[in-house]
């Protein structure tokens, strides 16, 4: 059977619980901010030559032409075919 509790013991013992609640949150907080210094302090500085800062531009030329065995390859010729009807093809169409 649970007894129960005056009014006023009700009240102190609330009052202790609130109290060891904010105890333990702020001394979270607390440990949570010190691992987080001790992390930066520890932390080796970045470097200044850092390649991953892709808004920065790179110094090097632009990348060429891909080659075959060595050479240019041939342009490609990309207009389109003639509409003039002198292919011949077989895919059923007028």
């Not at 006023?8 to 001394?27: E, H, L, P, S």
């Amino acid at each position: 059977m649970v007894k129960q509790l005056t009014p006023r013991a009700r009240d102190a013992a609330q009052r202790k619980v609130n109290r060891i609640t904010i105890g333990i949150i702020a001394a979270s907080i607390a440990a949570t901010a010190g691992i987080g210094a001790g992390i930066a302090v520890a932390a080796p500085p970045p470097k200044q030559n850092n390649k991953t800062d892709y808004g920065q531009k790179t110094k090097t030329k632009p990348a060429t032409k891909p080659t075959n065995a060595g050479q240019a390859q041939p342009p490609v010729n990309d207009k389109p075919e003639s509409s003039s009807g002198d292919e011949t093809t077989t895919s059923g169409g007028s």
